[in-house]
């Protein structure tokens, strides 16, 4: 996609040996755009109210507002890291960012949630196009112990944007800004877009796709039909008392990802390029990995909504006052992240994978005994702030580390369509993990037991970090260095090699 006026700097960074000038222009640009992308994640955890007053928003209504989003970003991610090989990622990335923006308006002006909905999915499907292609741009415009530092700045700073969007939607809905109310969670995004697509399109220099790769739409299609019939009933079965239809749903999702895994293997085999590299699958760590990421981010991002819904709908918390529930979560997380990131994963190795868990079941434990004492009539944030801040740390310890030790599973050319594909799972699992818990919850709201509701969450992401506790186990014992998992040497120059999928997106 070209902009119209719009001139192109030259010499590109293949076209000389100087680095090129606006190569930190283009860092800010893709910092800027995928916080944006990753932000609408979670940033209407806090609109549940407003969007029930406004557009007569029920519990599904919301669960698929939250989570439709995650399953077309998930189950497009691979695809949208392969069509920037294939056309450039210059190109899908301002194709991206436009569609985006674009949803992102269409979302704001929504008449009733059917179109609400289906505009969260179109938007979803964008962000699949936006994502992958920002390290692969970075790679392509630095080099050597520049692109360490790139690391070391863009990881983080994409893994807080997605913690803190609850902070940003509560503080723009309690606002009310020209009486928009929840419409400006995703009006914000606009003079954002606009603004990064211009700057985007003026510096980011071009560089031609690969047109010898192919894109295998079949796979494609595969993964998303999959992903859709396993959350479909998982966000309508308590709703409808789980009829028949909806375990048909499900067994037929799983039918679906055997068929699509039984596909790569065959385009491997008749020479075409697979949108997953065969031999992942047949790596145990590698495979386990999958579940244990899925298992995590599931319980993460759904125990994150239920706090939102417990403080806004159980008692009655404005916008802004549920967003600052969140913010404990958030510091927490920032501060077991920076601890595992900075040295303990290094000395200690897989291990805090498995300290992290047992400090988020610790949480959960203080946070549960935190409700029981809740007074109804008088509950404040801070009688929560104890065991929120210690399960997000115990989250940080993972999320800082997780990528890294499954990764170290697999072979150096494998290392983009790994990446690829955990970054999909996390998506989905995060999908899977607000219908899974949004029932659980609005099981026992319904009757006005908040405080049980809650209580059920609690339990089931106990047993979901059981299990992922086992299943780290089986990672390897040591995780590949930061600069490995994006499939970097940092001695080697600008090349543009790679598939684009390397993204760790983290909610």
Known sequence: MEVSGVHNPAPTPDETTEPYRWRWLILVVMIVAEIMDLLDASIVNVAGPDLEKSLGAGSVGLQWVIGGYALTLGGGLVLGGRLGDRYGR???????????????????????????????????????????QGLGLLRENFSGPELTKVFAVFGPVLGLGGIVGPVLGGFLIEGDFFGLGWRSVFLVNLPIGIAALIVAARFVPKKTGDRAVRVD?????????????????LNQGQEEGWPLWTWLSMAASAIGF???????????????????????????????????????????????????LFLQIGH????????????????????????????????????????????????????????????????????????VAVAGVGAGLVIAALFSFILAAVDDDEIGSASGVLSAVQAVGGSIGVAVFGSVFFARAKTGDFTGGFHRALIVQAGLLVVF?????????????EEEQHGINPETTVDGTGTGTEQHVTA
Do not use: Y
Request: charged share 10%; hydrophobic share 55%; proline share 6%.
């Open 90 to 132: 210059r190109r899908m990335f301002l194709m991206g960012l436009a569609a985006f923006t674009t949803c992102s308006l269409l979302c704001a002006i929504a008449p009733n949630i059917g179109s609400l909905i289906a505009f969260r999915l179109l938007q979803g499907t964008a962000g699949a196009i936006l994502l992958p």
């Open 217 to 233: 739409m079949a796979g494609a299609a595969l993964v998303v039909a999959s992903c859709a019939l396993l959350v479909l009933p």
């Open 258 to 308: 055997v068929l699509f895994a039984l596909h790569q293997r065959r385009a491997a085999a008749a020479g075409r390029e697979p949108l997953v590299t065969p031999g992942l699958l047949r790596k145990p760590a590698f495979t386990v990995g999958l579940g244990g990421i899925a298992l995590f981010f599931g319980g993460l991002i759904g125990s994150q909504l239920v706090l939102t």
């Open 316 to 387: 009655r918390f404005t916008a802004g006052e549920a967003g600052l529930g969140n913010l404990p979560l958030a510091v927490g997380t920032a501060i077991g992240g920076a601890v595992s990131g900075a040295f303990l994963a290094d000395r200690i190795g897989r291990k805090v994978l498995q300290i992290g868990p047992l400090v988020q079941l610790a949480g959960a434990a203080v946070l549960w005994r935190e409700l029981d004492g809740l007074d109804a009539a008088s509950v404040s944030i801070w009688d929560i702030v104890p065991g």
């Open 469 to 481: 506790l086992a299943i780290t186990f089986l990672l390897p014992r040591k995780g590949r260095p």
